[in-house]
């Protein structure tokens, strides 16, 4: 019995000295580096030209939020700022358009309530030319000259 106690005691104090090493969350500037994560669009994806292209991210940091950057091929498009120094997540979700055909960047640049700009989160898309084909077709199957009849 005095073994397990013994175990007990010391697996007890090891994770009470393995806490000491982390910051707590918050103001203190303790926690994990800010973060950002894309959803839409997927790495790689193709979309024709005049479509909008879906776009949702994410931030966050245990020291809170200052704010959050979107840039497409380093041109600002969004910009989260002013926001409460205890908000320790932010979510967008907006639909863009791209100019013309080309391949484009997307990055969510975050920086945390001290200042510390973290890691940038990244997503590659393409946009073409294409054609968009409309309209219906009717097929005679009485050779009368009008695909209207009943059953055309």
């Known amino acids: 019995m005095d073994r ?13 000295l393995a806490a000491c090493n982390y910051g707590a969350s918050g103001q203190d500037g303790g926690g994990a580096a800010a973060r950002a994560w894309i959803d839409r669009p997927l790495d790689e994806a193709e979309y024709l030209i005049g479509e909008a292209i879906p776009i949702r991210w994410h931030a966050a940091s245990d020291a809170g939020l200052l704010e959050v950057e979107v840039r497409i091929n380093g041109e600002t498009i969004d910009l989260a700022d002013n926001l409460d120094p205890y908000l320790v997540i932010v979510t967008d979700e907006f ?7 080309g391949e484009y960047l997307l990055e969510v640049i975050p920086t945390d309530s001290n200042g510390l700009v973290g890691a940038t989160a990244e997503k590659r898309f393409t946009v073409i030319e294409g054609a968009v084909i409309a309209g219906a077709v009717y097929s005679d199957l009485n050779p009368d000259g009008d695909a209207h009849d009943e059953g055309e």
């Open 4 to 16: 397990r106690l013994n175990r007990l005691v010391i697996v007890g104090l090891a994770l009470l």
């Open 95 to 101: 639909d863009w358009t791209p100019p013309g055909a």
